[in-house]
């Protein structure tokens, strides 16, 4: 088919490919106009201490705005979040997710959470338990584990020193790790002052410091076997403690960020509004007048297939035939008789030229 026969097709067809955008056109309008007049409300989030900044902080790096949005998006829907705004607001969770909607502002990290629904009271409510309950499950939470992992090091610190106050009750002896290098230190100086004195000829002396280098000696082979064991368990108390300082520090920074998230500082509400019947109209009607002609064009191919697969199951006509040659009453030339010898003379025959139902000549009458 060339683009003549479309054309033709199309104009034979013009009431389907008009009349089918204009039917859902006219339904999609029918639905806006008649639907309930819908209020619209906005919060806005801006919050830059939350993004950014140093590594500490839950959301750092070259796409700490695009993650905080889409965490901020996901928590404006999530479950818990919901339940908590249903209950807060008495507006059922699905009403929620509908009318719900966080959009960013250009690539930076502030936000819009637009409202909608049909009862202009709920709107502002809405937007106001969403924002505050968004935060709390974003940066609270974080709160809460911090405070989890400040009590899990202070409960391993709390063990550990414990274990070393019962080996040290087991053992008999108090911080062994210092009364060793407090004796070996000793023993070193016992030694060099049992040299001076066998120097001077102070046998007296030297007998006095090798007595106390001998108690010196069975206090450190007495202490030497015992300190692995408690070396060990003062490492386990250091690393405890280290994972507490840390843990503080975590805890420290998430509650910096809880105080960053404030709703009452980042957000603000903006007035309640009526949605414009006229721009939902358009934005309604226009994609179904789109999808309404696609539909039309469509119907307009099957249309035509099922026309020309009807034409040609229908029985053809039986040819027509023409006689070769049709006698006409010109063609037929009327003969000369001879008057036979010694008769009278008699009027030649006339020819009645009288086509047959064939078209066939009959013969003369005379």
């Known amino acids: 088919m060339e683009i003549v026969d479309y054309l033709r097709v199309a ?5 389907v490919l008009v009349g089918v955008p204009v039917l859902a056109t006219g339904a999609a309008a029918g639905i806006v106009l008649l639907a309930p007049q819908q209020y619209s409300g906005t919060a806005y989030v801006a919050a830059p201490a939350l993004v950014g900044g140093t ?5 750092s790096g070259t796409q700490a705005a695009n993650q905080f949005v889409a965490a901020f998006g996901a928590a404006v829907t999530s479950p818990r979040v919901v339940a ?3 209950g807060d607001t008495g507006v059922a969770p699905e009403r929620l997710r509908d009318g719900l909607a966080v959009t960013q502002v250009g690539a930076s990290s502030q936000l819009e959470v637009t409202y909608t629904a049909t009862k202009r009271a709920t709107v502002a409510p809405v937007l106001t ?3 505050t309950r968004a935060l709390a499950f974003l940066f609270s939470s974080q709160v809460g584990i911090a405070t989890g992992e400040v009590e899990a090091a202070n409960a391993d610190v709390t063990a550990a020193t414990k274990a070393i106050g019962e080996w040290e009750k087991t053992n008999k002896v108090s911080q062994p790790d210092r ?5 070996l230190s000793e023993l070193t100086s016992l030694r060099q002052q049992q040299l001076s004195m066998q120097a001077v000829g102070n046998g007296r002396g030297a007998d006095a410091a090798a007595a106390a280098i001998a108690a010196a000696q069975k206090k450190l082979d007495e202490l030497g076997p015992k300190l692995p064991d408690y070396q060990a368990l003062l490492a386990r108390r250091d690393a405890a403690t280290s994972a507490l300082a840390q843990a503080r520090e975590g805890l420290q920074a998430a ?3 809880t105080q960053a998230a404030d709703p009452a500082q980042v957000t603000s509400i903006g007035a309640v509004r009526a949605v414009s019947r006229l721009s939902e109209l358009v934005r309604t009607a226009l994609p179904v007048a789109g999808a309404g002609l696609l539909l039309g064009v469509l119907l307009v191919g099957v249309l035509e297939l099922f026309a020309r697969g009807r034409a040609a199951i229908r029985p053809s006509a039986p040819p027509v035939t023409v006689p070769a040659a049709v006698a006409t009453p010109a063609a037929i030339a009327e003969p000369e008789f001879a008057a036979p010898t ?16 064939a078209g066939t000549v009959p013969a003369a009458r005379q």
């Open 11 to 15: 104009r034979r067809r013009l009431w």
């Open 55 to 59: 590594a500490g902080t839950q959301y």
């Open 342 to 357: 010694g008769a009278s003379s008699v009027a030649a025959p006339s020819v009645e030229a009288v086509a047959g139902p």
């Open 129 to 131: 338990a969403t924002t």
């Open 255 to 257: 509650r910096a960020q």
């Open 84 to 86: 908590d705004v249903a």
């Open 179 to 183: 009364i060793y290098q407090a004796t």
